[in-house]
């Protein structure tokens, strides 16, 4: 999934910049690719392992 995930997200941060590069661009072009851009940073940092993610280790004093 991982795989997938960053291609697609190149592909959408390389077209919101190509639709910023226009003398008038679309606004609701520029409002969807931002959208599918921070869902698909949300779907990749749900896929990375948090730092502390042993269950074993506490930090109670």
Do not use: G
């Not at 921070?38 to 074993?56: D, G, Q, T, Y």
């Amino acid at each position: 999934m991982k795989k997938l995930l960053i291609p697609v997200l190149l592909i959408a941060a390389a077209f919101l910049l190509y639709e910023q590069s226009k003398e008038t661009p679309n606004v609701y072009l520029t409002a969807l690719s931002i959208v599918v851009f921070m869902f698909l940073l949300f779907k990749l940092n749900a896929r990375i392992p948090h730092k502390n993610s042993n269950p074993n280790e506490s930090d109670d004093v």
